[in-house]
């Protein structure tokens, strides 16, 4: 008798550990922050395909934008939370980004959206006019950080003033909003659960001070999983590059992504020498005469090319523009995905898996850096 009582107690004690446990459990993917949060009451729902990766586990997409057009948009599944750092390139490259990113977020809710920079190629899905459903009508945003400063005559500009509609317009929903600069303010660091962390690099000066383009008002975040590290800049050029490196402890990073499309203006050396990418995927479409018919400024340039051979030969591109006057494209890499499991890191593309060095574009239209020759 006196046995089963002992034992009755043991199971108790078991009972209440195991209660207690789950409630820390329920807690995970909070934030250092206020608002927000990486859990929405236990609400999420995932999707039972392989594609979605396991708690403590990430996985980065670049996405194809589904025009011609050079853009940026990164999905990125970190732990229980649903990340997009920007929505380019081009208002009707929403249905692409949606069809895509609503595969993996199938509970509506994005935790966090980042949005780098006032330029339509990176914030077009959220600055539509009101006839037209933004990224912000068709997902639940928690969170919301963007740019802490635009040019001069910005605000006066169409697409800024649907941007600030669009987006108060979710926070009138619920969402917190931040700007870059409140969050390094407020110590730059959220806890995504898992071991993740993300944080929004310092900028002062172009969090602060209205600069010549916009491009280095871009908001720069840094992920960590506890193995890697992983860094976007948005379109930062050579000045704010030098701030980023100036004002932040950076690490080595397994992956960046190219600077500003692979322009030559952005991955300088100030920049590579200290994070010295294993892995670089440029989001653009490769060769395009968009903005140059200098073709070897033309994205990816051959000064990015140059610079980043130093480091690595594991260079990514989403598309490539077939024939820009008749609206011709394809994908180069596709859709790339970077995916670390317990570390491990693979790349899956959606097309190609060839490195930019093997491409037959590369081999017609640039010159092989001494780092990669045989
Ligand atoms: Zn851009």
Not at 151 to 165: A, C, F, P, V, W
Not at 249 to 278: M, Q, R, Y
Request: with cysteine; proline share 1%; hydrophobic share 30%.
């Amino acid at each position: 008798m006196k046995k089963l009582r002992v034992t009755l107690a043991l199971l108790l004690v078991l009972a209440m550990l195991t209660s207690l446990c789950s409630c820390f459990d329920s807690g995970s993917g909070g934030l250092k922050l206020g608002g927000g949060g990486g859990d929405d009451g236990g609400a999420v729902k995932k999707k039972k395909n392989e594609n979605v990766v396991v708690e403590g586990d990430i996985e980065i997409h670049f996405l194809e934008l589904g025009n011609k057009y050079t853009g940026d948009c990164t999905y990125i599944k970190a732990g229980e939370n649903d990340i997009l750092i920007d929505a380019g390139s081009k208002v009707s490259s929403i249905d692409t980004i949606n069809s895509y990113v609503s595969q993996y977020v199938t509970d509506g809710i994005l935790e966090y959206v980042i949005v780098t920079h006032a330029h339509e190629d990176h914030y077009a899905g959220f600055a539509t006019k009101t006839s037209i459903d933004s990224l912000f009508d068709l997902y639940e945003c928690k969170t919301i950080i963007d740019f802490a400063q635009i040019t001069k005559g910005k605000s006066d500009q169409t697409m800024y003033k649907n941007y600030i509609r669009e987006r108060d317009a979710e926070i009138e929903k619920g969402a917190t909003h931040y700007t870059a600069a409140e969050c390094v303010e407020m110590g730059g660091e959220f806890d995504l659960g898992d071991g993740i962390t993300m944080t929004i690099l310092d900028s002062f000066y172009y969090y602060n001070v209205s600069s010549e383009g916009e491009n280095d008002h871009s908001v720069c975040t840094l992920i960590d999983d506890g193995k890697n590290s992983y860094l976007f800049t948005g379109d930062l050029e050579k000045e704010g590059e030098e701030k980023l490196v100036e004002m932040n402890d950076l690490p080595e990073v397994k992956l960046f992504k190219a600077g500003h499309h692979g322009s030559k203006t952005s991955s300088n050396d100030v920049l590579l020498s200290v994070i010295k990418p294993e892995i670089v995927c440029v989001c653009c479409c490769c060769g395009s005469p968009q903005y140059t018919s200098t073709i070897e400024n033309q994205f990816p340039t051959q000064q990015f090319i140059n610079r980043v051979s130093k480091y690595t030969d594991a260079v990514y591109v989403t598309t490539i523009c077939v024939d820009y006057k008749e609206d011709k494209f394809e994908s180069m890499n596709g859709n790339i995905i970077i995916r670390s499991q317990d570390g491990e890191i693979t790349v899956i593309c959606s097309a190609s898996t060839d490195k930019l060095k093997d491409t037959k574009w590369f081999k017609e239209y640039r010159t092989v850096p001494d780092e990669w020759k045989e």
